[in-house]
């Protein structure tokens, strides 16, 4: 006697059909995208919404650890770095569907709706009002937040070297006089007079200070910049 193969679909099809008929099947699936569709645009509003949120009413023991951080944390990096931490109604990028899921996820686990929704970023990416790397965090309470997903690209390996002048006023009068040094190194020799001094390098050097000082506080003025501990958590683009 030769045995016929067993037909996996068919199989599955005969138990599906035990439970119930294909019609009830279709209303089912129609009504869990549905309610899918639903729950992602409640989500989107609140990414867009301006509620200012201090914490949510999360479950600790369903919480990774390693994405739980501290405003000082996050404050220190975007002081580093020069990012901005702001609710996520600034944010003028798209917020990818892998984050979306996560939030759904986070919400379906602790049964909760998430709120406060904040994103650590460069000012390029918010929408600032006038006066590479985006993370999106959730508040837990007590200045802690929770990283729900972090999308783009890594930030320039060099950004935290090119954003140190900004952290204070001492540093980038620290930057001004090396690179005036610099400057009037390259200046020739015999240029003001036939015998260069000691004394005529200093007058240089202290000329072009007041000249790199000079356009630099006039960049400063015209785009309305400021140090990074001033600008962290600042809506404004002239901050």
């Not at 994103?119 to 837990?140: G, R, T, Y």
């Not at 937040?145 to 954003?163: C, S, V």
Request: hydrophobic share 45%; aromatic share 14%; glycine share 4%.
């Amino acid at each position: 006697m030769i045995l016929k193969g067993t037909n996996i679909e068919h199989k599955l099809q005969k138990a599906r059909n035990k439970k119930a008929n294909s019609d009830q099947i279709l209303m089912e699936v129609r009504q869990i995208l549905t309610e899918d569709s639903i729950k992602e645009d409640k989500i989107s509003e609140q990414l867009k919404s301006k509620n200012n949120s201090h914490g949510n009413n999360f479950d600790f023991d369903l919480l990774e650890t390693d994405k739980i951080f501290h405003i000082d944390q996050i404050k220190e990096i975007c002081i580093d770095y020069r990012l901005r931490f702001l609710s996520s109604s600034y944010f003028k990028g798209e917020i990818p569907q892998r984050a979306i899921s996560k939030i759904k996820h986070l919400e379906a686990a602790h049964n909760i709706e998430i709120q406060g929704f904040k994103i650590m970023a460069p000012s390029k990416l918010f929408k600032l009002e006038d006066k590479d790397d985006p993370l999106l965090f959730a508040p837990i309470g007590n200045d802690y937040y929770y990283l729900i997903h972090k999308w783009g690209n890594d930030l320039h390996p060099l950004r935290k070297l090119f954003a140190w002048p900004f952290k204070n006023i001492a540093n980038l009068v620290l930057v001004v006089l090396m690179i005036s040094y610099l400057v009037t190194l390259m200046v020739p020799e015999g240029l003001f007079s036939k015998k260069s001094t000691t004394a005529e390098f200093w007058i240089i050097y202290f000329f072009m200070f007041k000249c790199i000082a000079s356009i630099v506080i006039f960049y400063g003025f015209a785009l309305g910049k400021n140090f990074n501990p001033a600008i962290w958590k600042s809506k404004y683009f002239n901050a």
